[in-house]
């Protein structure tokens, strides 16, 4: 049996963070299920403007799938503690041509932190991180895929 792993991340208002990604990473695959009443009567959820509350979203960047929700029990808090990591071939000339237009449109955006420029690494291939306008840490890495 193999599990597979995916990035849940919630959001003070989810369908915001979507349009963002969808606009300033290129995000596609973008869904949306909002809080139904009977979930929101299920969870103890205040029924007001459920049609801009999202139960369960997500989208795609370079193929990697990210799921997300609003956060119904806190506040989210940002962290350092966990990164995604976005793994590219070196040897495929359109995962190198993705990695460094999905650098440069978020760069250009302006609406990220830049922490390590797009460069060659001591322990070969090229990487980049940036901390996003809702604390999440990306990192962009393009090197020899492992047998």
């Not at 869904?31 to 139960?55: I, K, M, W």
């Not at 119904?72 to 995962?95: G, H, K, T």
Request: charged share 25%.
């Amino acid at each position: 049996m193999t599990a597979k792993l995916y990035p849940y991340i919630t959001f003070t208002n989810a369908k915001e963070a979507l349009a963002y990604y969808q606009e300033i990473f290129g995000a596609t695959d973008v869904f949306r299920e909002p809080v139904s009443e009977d979930q929101a009567e299920y969870y103890g959820l205040l029924d007001t403007n459920l049609t801009d509350t999202t139960f369960h979203g997500g989208f795609s960047v370079a193929g990697t799938q990210v799921l997300c929700s609003d956060a119904f029990m806190a506040d989210p808090q940002p962290s350092s503690i966990i990164s995604i990591l976005l793994d590219f071939d070196e040897d495929d000339a359109d995962d190198v041509r993705t990695a460094q237009d999905l650098f440069k449109k978020v760069t250009d955006s302006e609406t990220v932190r830049v922490t390590l420029p797009y460069s060659t690494q001591t322990f070969g291939g090229k990487m980049a991180q940036f901390v996003d306008r809702y604390g999440i840490t990306w990192i962009i890495r393009v090197d020899e895929r492992e047998s």
